[in-house]
Protein backbone atom coordinates (compact mmCIF):
# COMPACT_ATOMS: atom_id res chain seq x y z
CA UNK A 1 0.00 0.00 0.00
CA UNK A 2 1.12 3.72 -0.87
CA UNK A 3 1.97 6.35 1.31
CA UNK A 4 0.80 10.15 1.22
CA UNK A 5 3.28 13.11 1.66
CA UNK A 6 1.73 16.62 1.82
CA UNK A 7 4.84 18.47 0.10
CA UNK A 8 6.01 18.98 -3.61
CA UNK A 9 8.86 16.10 -4.47
CA UNK A 10 11.64 18.98 -4.42
CA UNK A 11 10.93 20.24 -0.95
CA UNK A 12 12.26 16.19 0.03
CA UNK A 13 16.01 15.73 -0.42
CA UNK A 14 16.79 13.21 -2.37
CA UNK A 15 18.39 11.36 0.59
CA UNK A 16 15.36 10.67 2.12
CA UNK A 17 13.69 10.28 -1.25
CA UNK A 18 16.03 7.21 -1.82
CA UNK A 19 15.21 5.54 1.57
CA UNK A 20 11.34 5.56 -0.06
CA UNK A 21 12.42 3.98 -3.16
CA UNK A 22 10.86 0.75 -2.77
CA UNK A 23 7.67 2.19 -1.67
CA UNK A 24 4.61 3.80 -3.51
CA UNK A 25 4.81 7.20 -2.62
CA UNK A 26 2.44 10.27 -3.94
CA UNK A 27 4.03 13.66 -2.87
CA UNK A 28 1.56 16.41 -2.95
CA UNK A 29 1.64 20.09 -1.79
CA UNK A 30 -1.78 20.84 -0.53
CA UNK A 31 -0.55 24.57 -0.55
CA UNK A 32 -0.45 27.26 -3.67
CA UNK A 33 1.92 30.24 -2.53
CA UNK A 34 1.53 33.60 -3.76
CA UNK A 35 3.90 36.75 -2.66
CA UNK A 36 2.73 39.96 -1.11
CA UNK A 37 2.89 42.79 -3.16
CA UNK A 38 4.54 45.55 -0.29
CA UNK A 39 4.45 49.17 0.02
CA UNK A 40 7.69 50.73 0.43
CA UNK A 41 7.75 51.38 3.69
CA UNK A 42 7.19 48.22 4.32
CA UNK A 43 9.85 47.12 2.34
CA UNK A 44 12.41 49.70 3.99
CA UNK A 45 11.33 48.36 7.59
CA UNK A 46 12.48 44.92 6.64
CA UNK A 47 15.76 46.20 5.85
CA UNK A 48 16.37 48.85 8.52
CA UNK A 49 15.37 45.87 10.95
CA UNK A 50 18.22 44.77 13.64
CA UNK A 51 16.99 41.12 12.81
CA UNK A 52 14.67 38.55 11.00
CA UNK A 53 12.41 35.82 12.12
CA UNK A 54 12.02 32.58 9.41
CA UNK A 55 9.62 29.59 10.44
CA UNK A 56 8.81 28.35 7.04
CA UNK A 57 10.87 27.64 3.84
CA UNK A 58 8.03 29.85 1.79
CA UNK A 59 9.02 32.93 3.86
CA UNK A 60 12.85 32.48 2.95
CA UNK A 61 12.25 32.05 -0.36
CA UNK A 62 9.96 34.85 -0.88
CA UNK A 63 12.93 36.93 1.25
CA UNK A 64 15.22 35.93 -0.97
CA UNK A 65 13.69 36.22 -4.84
CA UNK A 66 11.64 39.19 -3.70
CA UNK A 67 15.41 40.82 -2.86
CA UNK A 68 13.66 41.96 0.24
CA UNK A 69 17.48 42.14 2.43
CA UNK A 70 20.48 43.96 1.53
CA UNK A 71 22.54 43.33 4.64
CA UNK A 72 23.85 39.87 4.31
CA UNK A 73 25.22 40.06 7.63
CA UNK A 74 21.66 41.01 9.11
CA UNK A 75 20.73 38.19 11.77
CA UNK A 76 18.42 35.70 10.91
CA UNK A 77 16.52 33.40 13.40
CA UNK A 78 15.20 30.09 11.26
CA UNK A 79 13.07 27.20 12.34
CA UNK A 80 15.51 24.44 10.67
CA UNK A 81 18.80 23.83 8.72
CA UNK A 82 16.72 23.29 5.80
CA UNK A 83 15.93 27.07 6.10
CA UNK A 84 19.58 27.97 7.05
CA UNK A 85 20.90 25.99 3.54
CA UNK A 86 19.01 28.12 1.74
CA UNK A 87 19.70 31.10 3.54
CA UNK A 88 23.82 30.44 3.40
CA UNK A 89 23.12 29.85 -0.84
CA UNK A 90 22.28 32.59 -1.11
CA UNK A 91 25.24 34.27 0.86
CA UNK A 92 23.41 34.82 4.60
CA UNK A 93 26.30 34.32 6.92
CA UNK A 94 24.41 35.48 10.60
CA UNK A 95 22.36 32.31 10.85
CA UNK A 96 21.27 31.32 14.34
CA UNK A 97 18.97 28.01 14.04
CA UNK A 98 16.28 26.65 16.75
CA UNK A 99 17.62 23.79 18.84
CA UNK A 100 14.14 21.94 17.96
CA UNK A 101 12.13 22.49 14.94
CA UNK A 102 9.21 24.51 16.85
CA UNK A 103 8.18 27.69 17.03
CA UNK A 104 8.95 27.90 20.87
CA UNK A 105 12.47 27.10 20.58
CA UNK A 106 12.70 29.97 17.99
CA UNK A 107 11.27 32.25 20.78
CA UNK A 108 13.27 31.03 23.51
CA UNK A 109 16.67 32.63 21.03
CA UNK A 110 14.45 36.13 19.70
CA UNK A 111 13.67 36.63 23.85
CA UNK A 112 17.11 36.59 24.61
CA UNK A 113 18.32 39.10 21.97
CA UNK A 114 15.36 41.36 22.51
CA UNK A 115 17.02 42.13 25.65
CA UNK A 116 19.40 43.90 24.24
CA UNK A 117 16.75 46.49 23.08
CA UNK A 118 17.07 45.53 19.74
CA UNK A 119 13.97 45.17 17.14
CA UNK A 120 13.10 42.56 14.50
CA UNK A 121 10.21 41.32 11.83
CA UNK A 122 8.69 38.28 11.73
CA UNK A 123 8.45 37.32 7.54
CA UNK A 124 5.23 34.63 7.88
CA UNK A 125 2.24 33.63 5.75
CA UNK A 126 -1.30 34.76 6.28
CA UNK A 127 -1.99 31.80 7.76
CA UNK A 128 0.35 31.39 10.23
CA UNK A 129 -0.16 32.18 13.85
CA UNK A 130 1.42 35.56 14.68
CA UNK A 131 4.16 36.11 17.25
CA UNK A 132 3.38 38.21 19.51
CA UNK A 133 6.41 39.59 21.63
CA UNK A 134 8.10 43.08 22.37
CA UNK A 135 10.12 44.47 19.73
CA UNK A 136 8.86 41.82 17.23
CA UNK A 137 6.63 42.89 14.12
CA UNK A 138 4.95 40.42 12.06
CA UNK A 139 4.77 40.90 8.35
CA UNK A 140 2.74 38.54 5.76
CA UNK A 141 4.63 38.49 2.82
CA UNK A 142 3.19 35.62 0.77
CA UNK A 143 -0.08 34.02 0.72
CA UNK A 144 -1.17 30.40 1.65
CA UNK A 145 -4.46 29.83 -1.00
CA UNK A 146 -5.98 26.89 -2.16
CA UNK A 147 -8.80 26.43 -4.95
CA UNK A 148 -11.42 24.16 -6.17
CA UNK A 149 -9.41 23.64 -9.07
CA UNK A 150 -6.14 23.06 -6.50
CA UNK A 151 -8.51 20.70 -5.40
CA UNK A 152 -9.69 19.08 -8.46
CA UNK A 153 -5.86 18.39 -9.40
CA UNK A 154 -5.02 17.24 -5.95
CA UNK A 155 -7.70 14.37 -6.05
CA UNK A 156 -6.74 13.67 -9.62
CA UNK A 157 -2.90 13.43 -8.10
CA UNK A 158 -3.73 10.27 -5.97
CA UNK A 159 -3.44 7.58 -8.10
CA UNK A 160 -3.24 4.62 -6.04
CA UNK A 161 -5.96 2.63 -4.75
CA UNK A 162 -5.21 2.76 -0.99
CA UNK A 163 -2.66 4.73 1.38
CA UNK A 164 -1.68 3.02 4.59
CA UNK A 165 0.21 6.14 5.79
CA UNK A 166 -0.03 10.09 5.63
CA UNK A 167 2.10 12.84 6.10
CA UNK A 168 0.79 16.13 6.86
CA UNK A 169 3.49 18.24 7.04
CA UNK A 170 1.55 21.96 8.02
CA UNK A 171 -1.32 22.46 9.75
CA UNK A 172 -2.91 24.59 6.65
CA UNK A 173 -2.83 21.38 5.13
CA UNK A 174 -5.29 19.52 7.45
CA UNK A 175 -8.54 20.99 6.61
CA UNK A 176 -7.68 20.51 2.76
CA UNK A 177 -6.84 16.97 3.04
CA UNK A 178 -9.63 16.60 5.28
CA UNK A 179 -11.89 17.97 2.11
CA UNK A 180 -9.77 15.55 -0.17
CA UNK A 181 -10.43 12.31 2.01
CA UNK A 182 -14.36 13.40 2.04
CA UNK A 183 -14.24 12.30 -2.21
CA UNK A 184 -11.58 9.77 -1.53
CA UNK A 185 -12.82 7.60 1.73
CA UNK A 186 -12.07 4.24 0.40
CA UNK A 187 -8.45 4.89 -0.36
CA UNK A 188 -7.51 6.00 3.60
CA UNK A 189 -9.62 3.33 5.69
CA UNK A 190 -7.19 2.24 8.47
CA UNK A 191 -4.40 4.99 7.40
CA UNK A 192 -1.82 6.47 9.82
CA UNK A 193 -1.25 9.68 10.04
CA UNK A 194 1.61 11.66 10.79
CA UNK A 195 3.06 15.68 11.26
CA UNK A 196 5.96 17.33 12.21
CA UNK A 197 4.68 18.68 15.25
CA UNK A 198 2.11 19.07 17.96
CA UNK A 199 -0.18 21.94 16.64
CA UNK A 200 -0.69 19.41 12.97
CA UNK A 201 -1.00 16.49 15.60
CA UNK A 202 -3.34 18.05 17.72
CA UNK A 203 -5.70 18.93 14.19
CA UNK A 204 -5.41 16.01 12.44
CA UNK A 205 -7.20 14.24 15.69
CA UNK A 206 -9.85 16.72 15.78
CA UNK A 207 -10.97 15.63 12.42
CA UNK A 208 -10.54 11.82 13.46
CA UNK A 209 -8.04 10.61 11.77
CA UNK A 210 -5.63 8.29 13.23
CA UNK A 211 -3.28 10.70 14.70
CA UNK A 212 0.24 8.95 15.58
CA UNK A 213 2.07 11.05 18.25
CA UNK A 214 4.84 13.49 16.30
CA UNK A 215 8.68 12.55 17.09
CA UNK A 216 10.41 15.48 19.80
CA UNK A 217 14.32 14.97 17.71
CA UNK A 218 15.63 16.55 14.74
CA UNK A 219 15.70 16.79 12.30
CA UNK A 220 12.07 16.14 12.28
CA UNK A 221 11.06 15.01 8.45
CA UNK A 222 13.99 12.53 8.33
CA UNK A 223 13.28 11.15 11.92
CA UNK A 224 9.56 11.02 10.97
CA UNK A 225 10.43 8.97 8.20
CA UNK A 226 11.88 6.56 9.91
CA UNK A 227 9.08 6.59 12.67
CA UNK A 228 6.96 5.70 9.52
CA UNK A 229 8.88 3.10 8.26
CA UNK A 230 9.60 1.33 11.69
CA UNK A 231 5.76 1.20 12.17
CA UNK A 232 5.45 -0.26 8.80
CA UNK A 233 7.70 -2.74 9.67
CA UNK A 234 6.41 -3.84 12.53
CA UNK A 235 2.69 -4.19 10.91
CA UNK A 236 4.07 -6.61 7.96
Sequence with gaps: MAILITRNISEVNEELRSELKDIPVTYLSLKRIEPITLKVATEKLIRSTDYLVLTSLEAAKIMINED??????????????????????????????????????????????????????????????MIEQEGLMNIDIYRNTWSKKDQDRANESLKYPGYTQVLITSSSAVKRFAQLEKRNVSKFVGADFFSLGDATYRQIKQFGFNAIPPVKCVPVLKETLKQMNNLRKERD
Aim: charged share 20%; hydrophobic share 45%; with cysteine.
Design 68 to 129: LIEDFNKELFVLSNHIARLCEANGFKNIIVAQSENRKSVLESVKIINQQSVHGVFLKGNLAP
